[in-house]
């Protein structure tokens, strides 16, 4: 098919080069906006639409894809795809695109700075100096804890997993891991295999790298917080419903553990009013795991790329549902 008889939906705003890339083999109809498509404006796009390139803020139902009866691929710009009906897509025979192994060490170096951020109070120490309170040195004063030495509970040793373990190594810190099974050749990255009560027990910093599923979500509950120790940091890089955020509320007020450092909440955005930021132990940020450059541009060549191999009818690189491509 020429390039006037293709037709591809774009979600958001991307960068030119990355649009061009896209204009050179078919009509475009961008979403040209910071902010994320509404649902019905998408459903209304999708129609007589070859390709989709899309952000893990839209939702890709069964709906949609109804409308969308000429839907030759989904190409997501992200790792994730919780967004995306995958068994529907699988039913409908469209192959479903990620970008994964491109931002595990950029998302692994984000969970080390909230690491560090959490127990040596970095962002209250310059809230701190902001307001004026810095005086005579004291003692005790701004003191926090140490990521040289502690125990770090992995939960989730994949790509990004294991990314953060070679880190740890070099902070001599003591590695435990969870996850469904262990693989012997986990050992390399001097990580320990444990159950979960365990890991939660004896860890100083549990970090969470595993994906959003039906046996994960939730995952970090009231339970769960309290096996953990008082003096322990909640990292969370992965997903926000994997945490139970109303216990976790409960878990920081009540000292029932010291902190928490979160890349990933429930809602995205947070809003401005939501409890958890009123909490001088908690460090927010705003989902900035891939958030560097050289590491989003890798993510929108990928997702190119297995949007242009979708609608010329070739095998995508990356593709989350390779059953579509079984006899």
């Not at 951020?117 to 701004?142: C, L, N, Q, T, Y």
């Not at 099974?181 to 860890?203: M, Q």
């Amino acid at each position: 098919m020429s390039r006037d008889e293709l037709k591809v939906v774009v979600t958001r705003r991307l960068p030119d080069e990355i649009l061009a890339r896209i204009r050179e083999a078919a009509s475009v109809q961008l979403w040209d906006s910071d902010d994320p498509i509404p649902y019905d404006t998408l459903v209304e796009w999708i129609a007589n639409c070859d390709g989709l390139y899309c952000l893990l803020t839209e939702r890709i139902d069964a709906g949609l894809l109804d409308v969308g009866s000429k839907l030759k691929v989904i190409s997501q710009m992200a790792v994730g795809y919780d967004n995306i009906d995958i068994a529907a897509c699988t039913t409908k025979r469209i192959p479903v695109g990620n970008t994964p192994g491109v931002l595990d060490e950029t998302t692994a170096d984000l969970a080390l700075a909230l690491m560090l951020a959490s127990a040596r109070r970095i962002v209250e120490g310059a809230d701190f100096v902001k307001a004026g309170k810095w005086g005579a040195w004291r003692p005790m004063e701004m003191v926090g804890r140490d990521l040289y030495g502690s125990t770090v509970g992995i939960i989730g040793l994949g790509r990004i997993g294991k990314a953060v373990a070679r880190r740890l190594n070099g902070f001599g810190c003591k590695l435990l891991y969870f996850q469904r099974s262990s693989d012997p050749k986990d050992v390399e990255f001097g990580a320990s295999y444990v159950d979960l009560p365990t890991l939660l027990r004896e860890s100083d910093f549990v970090t969470l790298h595993c994906p959003l599923n039906a046996e994960t979500r939730g995952l970090i509950d009231k339970a769960a917080l309290r096996q953990m120790k008082p003096t322990a940091i909640l990292i969370n890089t992965a997903r926000g419903p994997i945490v139970d955020q109303e216990a976790l509320y409960w878990a920081l007020t009540d000292g029932v553990i010291a902190g928490a450092g979160l890349d990933v909440t429930t809602p995205e955005p947070l809003p401005k009013d939501h409890p958890l930021l009123s909490l001088a132990n908690v460090v927010v940020v705003p989902h900035i795991g891939s958030a560097t450059i050289a590491t989003r541009m890798r993510m929108a060549t990928l997702a190119v790329e297995n949007l242009l191999a979708g609608i010329y009818g070739e095998r995508l690189p990356f593709c989350v549902n390779p059953e579509v491509y079984e006899s």
